[in-house]
């Protein structure tokens, strides 16, 4: 070869030899993200566990003076050598207070208030008050409602015509059904809240002597869902529409019997959801978590769900999402920019994590944008947190978004998480934006991330649905429960009362503002102690 085709040979091999080493690489990063799946925890750390372990590098002062010496009083050990921990003081009745308390004394009847050496009378010396935890199991009762009709005796002697005065008493759920509404609530809540197969519920009832089958419990979910609560959740769409940010996303469901498609095809759980993302951010507006089953993941489900709809709609950055209306804003996520530059880092060799390699530098950002968004939550009315936003959060936006699409154009030679990390920061830039726009929108999707949840938790037990009209009735089951829950409800106890107060009323009467979880008039009963936080469950 002359030194022309010499040249040209080098060329094509430099370049197939790049290929090659890109290739290996984006094999390698395959193999690393498959062990981590495997072996390694899923959760991702927040910016404050991550710097856990430089604590005492970042938090040292060499200039601060030494603390005086001052005595303390040594803390008691226990066997093992390690301090002992201090107890809450009034912990054990705080704990009990919510309890329904059943009190028994134990005294001597006034026979027995004798002294049994001189015979004189007996006083009360000491009284100990003890409790204890006692578990009442459930059981299955059958209540049998006797209604007396009763009629004139004279009127039938006179032959005129005796009246008929028949006993009100509340009507059954279903004509001759023996469902009742604490056992419908019973089983929704088994199967929506604590995920159990109908199978398994069939199973605990046979042991307590009560054979009911799975057919006749789906059967009974499915009317229920009908004749009840898809009214109920329709409730729910229209007063979701009235909110300023809707939070959407989607999951996989699997329906067996489904016209025009085969078992294996998957069809969609969508949840739309609105509502404060905590219990202490809670204001007047209602906390809603709406579940609506689809064949598609197409753009018209969201079409025709918000038809209407004017607001902000803040989601995962699926494209169908994408230009729905021009009355709707679309506001992207940030925990899903930052799980991308967090799985690039975590394919990084440890000792390139602590350089300022390209992935570090994209998660360092994230999460210093993500410190700052809580201290926006800090503050205490709209306004604030919007100029705290422009002032604050707008210019490390600015810089992030510039330094990721100078980095797109340069060459990349740290692996295809990073490369796609960086193209889906790039893709989003508008929608993460928009979040500058009110101070009422969340950096995050965080809130229909967790509504969904609760669904992909359930569906590991009973894996699929078997109809379209169950689906139905699971997304309207699911509905009540998470919406509940969300409102600081007990599900088993408010849907009891619900189904109380529907049964037996005309079905466009059915349903009352009082009903709808975020009611100031459903009874205390049915709320869960003031401390407890549904979102940390």
Not at 250 to 265: C, D, F, H, I, S
Not at 290 to 313: D, I
Not at 369 to 395: C, H, S, W, Y
Not at 447 to 452: F, G, L, Q, Y
Request: aromatic share 8%; hydrophobic share 30%.
């Amino acid at each position: 070869m002359d030194r022309a085709e010499l040249e040209q040979f080098a060329y094509r091999t430099s370049v197939e030899n790049d290929e090659l080493k890109m290739r290996i690489r984006d094999y390698e990063e395959q193999l690393m993200t498959a062990k981590r799946k495997k072996f390694v925890q899923k959760s991702e750390p927040t910016p404050d566990q991550l710097s856990f372990f430089n604590e005492a590098e970042s938090e040292a002062n060499p200039e601060q003076p030494e603390p005086a010496l001052e005595k303390v009083r040594p803390s008691r050990k226990t066997k093992n050598g390690k301090p002992k921990k201090k107890k809450e003081k009034g912990a054990r009745d705080k704990m009990l207070e919510p309890l329904k308390k059943q009190r028994v004394e134990y005294s001597l009847t006034p026979e027995e208030q004798t002294c049994p050496e001189c015979g004189g009378s007996l006083h009360v010396m000491k009284k100990q008050v003890r409790n204890e935890l006692v578990l009442i199991p459930a059981r299955v009762e059958v209540r049998q409602s006797v209604i007396y009709s009763y009629a004139c005796r004279r009127c039938e002697n006179e032959g005129t015509g005796s009246p008929v005065i028949r006993c009100d008493a509340p009507p059954l759920l279903f004509d001759g059904s023996l469902v009742s509404p604490s056992l419908a609530a019973h089983i929704i809540c088994r199967k929506y809240e604590n995920r159990d197969p109908l199978q398994k519920i069939s199973a605990d009832f046979q042991m307590r002597g009560l054979k009911l089958s799975k057919q006749t419990l789906a059967n009974w979910m499915c009317r229920l869902s009908e004749k009840y609560f898809v009214p109920m959740v329709n409730r729910y769409q229209a007063e979701l529409k009235k909110q300023p940010v809707i939070h959407a996303d989607e999951t996989e469901l699997q329906v067996l019997r489904e016209p025009g498609r085969t078992a294996q095809q998957k069809s969609r759980m969508w949840v739309f959801c609105c509502g404060s993302p905590s219990p202490e951010e809670k204001d007047s507006e209602p906390v809603i978590r709406q579940y609506v089953y689809h064949e598609t993941r197409k753009k018209e489900v969201v079409l025709n769900y918000l038809k209407g709809y004017e607001g902000y709609l803040q989601s995962d950055g699926y494209s169908a999402y994408h230009c729905l209306s021009p009355k709707i804003i679309e506001v992207g996520c940030m925990a899903h920019v930052r799980r991308k530059y967090y799985d690039a880092v975590m394919l990084l060799p440890e000792n390139a994590r602590k350089s300022k390699a390209g992935p570090v530098t994209g998660l360092e950002y994230c999460n210093k944008l993500i410190a700052l968004d809580q201290e926006r939550k800090k503050l205490g009315t709209v306004e604030e947190r919007k100029e705290f936003k422009e002032k604050k959060m707008k210019p490390v936006m600015k810089k992030f978004f510039d330094w990721a699409e100078k980095e797109c154009l340069s060459p990349c030679s740290d692996g295809k998480k990073y490369r796609d990390a960086l193209k889906y920061t790039t893709s989003q830039k508008e929608y993460l934006n928009n979040y500058l726009l009110d101070g009422r929108l969340e950096f995050t999707n965080n809130i229909a991330e967790r509504a969904i949840r609760p669904f992909v938790l359930g569906r590991k037990n009973w894996l699929f649905s078997n109809t379209p009209r169950g689906a139905d009735a699971s997304a309207a089951l699911y509905s009540v429960v998470e919406t509940a829950r969300a409102n600081g409800l007990k599900p088993e106890e408010y849907i009891t009362w619900a189904l109380e107060s529907m049964r037996g009323k005309d079905p466009d009467k059915m349903i009352s503002d009082d009903l709808l979880p975020w009611s100031d008039r459903i009874p205390e009963e049915c709320r869960l102690p003031s401390e407890k936080n549904y979102e940390n469950d």
